[in-house]
Every structure is written in structure tokens, then in C-alpha cells.
């Protein structure tokens, strides 16, 4: 049976439905959040306690005037929230003074006049001694880089959303969704629901809920793994910024140590895993362990004690890497988010903006060109 209608539904309760739900409950619509899992939960891509966000964007230097809304919209949660939510370390992007992740930090710090310094292996060592890469490796630190905690910055998205009077049924999976009269009409495994607009903010699953993006946005195994620092002191977030680091073995990513007991570390397309989210493997095994082990043995050997935790997480990767925003062609009150291909989180609070904007007014005043579907399957 139908229950009442909503002016908007939102699938997916994580780091972008959350958000999304937020920013259109405080604009007053009647909103439905449907989540599958618990909120937060540990079985899609946002748990791990520590996600990085920067300013110098090596992906792209358009991604940085989203960055700068980003953090304003995170700060203003963290106030409303009276807790921190983000913590500032400075961020290193290190590498080969030729790599894409040295050279695309720079641009984008040069093209937005992003505080910056470039240190040489050295340098960086003597400031952070943590750090031990080789001798021709630079380092861009930009200072305002840093980490979010996403478990509770999902949570109080969805208390802010609540708070504002939107109605959130966790642990209800959607089953399917259809165009209607209306708008659309979502089925869950509990009821039947029906909107003006629908957004479909599933993280792995998007390729499941919404078929044309299944070759779009692939679901893919990731590692994280936390070591116990044999030098503890190096490894406080006071004196180790997070990092992006290019290395021969790949590109890694790396946290002081914050809310379990270890430096964190991950490598970017762990072992290449493209996986179905339904039958993924959560187990984490020796051999996860080892390439993890192997790269902070070498890289950041004062770190290299024994491990703590490992979990495993989930991407969901584009063909270019950057994100899905957009409404579907054919179907424009049906909004769709996947912005992740491993970098997504830290734009979790401004892409609710931009699709409480699109939901309401068909439009955004974000530049969000790079995002658009149309790059991939025309007339978006
Ligand atoms: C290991 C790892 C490290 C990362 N590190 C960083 C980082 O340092 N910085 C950064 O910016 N980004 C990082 N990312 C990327 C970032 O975490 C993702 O971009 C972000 O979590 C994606 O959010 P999402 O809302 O799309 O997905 P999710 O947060 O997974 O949310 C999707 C939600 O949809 C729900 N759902 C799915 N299907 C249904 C259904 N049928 N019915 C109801 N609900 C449904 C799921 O249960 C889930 O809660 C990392 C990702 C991983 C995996």
C-alpha cells in the first residue's frame, strides 16, 4: 500500500544520502531516508574511523572550489554536532618530482593560490620523521589537509536530517523503484513509497538500483590495515600529516594514529578486486596483510610494529575516476550520486548541497561539468 507521498525519497543512508537527506530536510521538504543497513555500518564504503580530506587535489584543480564549500559545510555540522568531526594534520602528496600526484598537487595549489609548501625527502623527514622515502621523492604539504571521522559524520547528518523532520527507516532494503504519475514509487522490503523526486545514493549497490550505471560504477575490494608504531610519538596527529604517496609498488594512502591503535595505511585498487557487494569477501587474509606490511616496512619502517586491525571496505569506480552527479537522461526526477572512486568522503557534506539542489530546482550553482553522465552515455 502506498503511504503517504514525499516530495523527496533518498536510497542510501551513507555519506552521500545522509548529506543529501540534511540539506533537504533544513529546506523544508518532506523527506523519506531508506537505508538497508544499520546507521552507520561497516558493510559499504564509509567506515574505517579516518578519511582524508585535502585542498591540493592532484585529480583535478576544478575539485578544489567544491573542497572550499566542503569544509565550510563540514565545520558548520561540527558546530551543530558540538563534537569535532575533522581534524587538521596538513596533507603530503609525495612522489617522483614527475609523478601525476607531485605535479597535479602543485597545479592546483599554484591555480587556486592554496598555501603550500615543497619539501625534499629530507626536509620531510627532518620535519615529520616518520617518514622515510627515497631520496628523490618530493613532498607538496599543504596545511589545511587532514581527516574527517565519517561514521559520525554520517550519524549526524542523519540527527541533523531527523532533527529537521525527515523520516528515516533503517534496515529496509529497497527492492526496486519505477517512474509513476507522480514522480516515482520505491519498494521496500517493508512498504511501498511514493515521491516527486528520487535520489539513488547506494554507494556499491548503485549499479544494482539503477541498471544503465553498471558498467559505470564498479564495486571494487579494498584493505585498510592500522600497525602498532614502534616509535609512537612520530605517529600522533599532531606530528604526521596524512598522506598520498606514488610509489613503485603504487599509490598508497596513510593516517597518524587516531581511534585505533595503529598508523593506518591502504593501497589505492588494493589487488584489483572488482566484486558483486552482495558476495563480496569482508574477511581480510595474509596476503592483504602482507602488501600492506610490505610497503610500511619500507616506507615507514618506524611504523612497521604489529598490526592491530584490518578491515575490508568497498570503492565504487567510474572509468575516469571522477563522479556520477547528475539526473538520469531519460528519467530527470531521478537523481544519481556515486562519487567515489576512492576519493569521494571528504565531499560527502557539499555534494548533499548539490543534490538537495538538484531535487528542488532541476540545477546547482556548483560547477559539476566533470560529473555529468552525458561523458559517458550522451544526452546527460
Ligand atoms: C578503504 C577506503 C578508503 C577511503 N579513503 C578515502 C579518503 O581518505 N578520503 C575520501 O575522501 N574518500 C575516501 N574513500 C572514498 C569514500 O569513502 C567514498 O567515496 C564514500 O564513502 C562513498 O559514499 P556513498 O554514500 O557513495 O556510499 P556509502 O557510504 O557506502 O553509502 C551507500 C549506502 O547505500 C545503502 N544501500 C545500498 N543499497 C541499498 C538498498 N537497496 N536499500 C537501502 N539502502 C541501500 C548502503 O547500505 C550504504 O549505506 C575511501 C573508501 C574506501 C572504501
Redesign the pocket.
Known sequence: MIQRPYDVIV????????AALFHLARRGCTVLG????N???D????H?I????RLAYYEHPSYVPLLRRAYELWDELERSAGIPLRYTTGSIDAGPAASAVVEGSLQSCQEHDLPHEVLTSTELTERFPGYWLPNEFVAVLQPQGG??L?ELC?SYHVIGAQGAGAEVHAR????EWEPSPRGVVVT?ERGVYEAEKLIV??????G??VPPLSGLAVPER???AWMQPLRPDLFRPERFP?FNLVVEEGRY?GFPVFGIPGFKV?RYHHRDEVVD?DTMDWACHPEDERLLRAFTDRYFPAAAGPTTAM?A????NTPDKHFVLDMLPSLPQVIV????????????SVVGEILADLATDGTTRHDISLHRLGRFVGGG
Not at 531508506?34 to 543497513?37: A, I, V
Not at 579516518?50 to 580530506?53: E, L, P
Not at 550520486?337 to 560527502?348: D, I, L, T
Request: with cysteine; proline share 6%; net charge positive.
Open positions: 536510497i542510501g543512508l551513507g555519506a552521500m544520502g545522509s531508506l537505508e538497508r543497513f546507521i552507520p555500518h558493510r559499504g564504503s564509509s574505517g579516518t578519511r582524508i580530506i581527516f574527517l565519517p554520517i529496509e532494503q529497497v527492492l521496500t545514493s547506494a554507494g556499491a549497490w548503485m544494482k538500483l579494498q584493505v585498510l596524512v594512502y591502504g557487494p578491515h571496505c568497498m570503492f565504487t550520486a556515486s562519487p567515489c572512486s576512492g576519493h569521494g568522503f571528504k565531499f560527502a
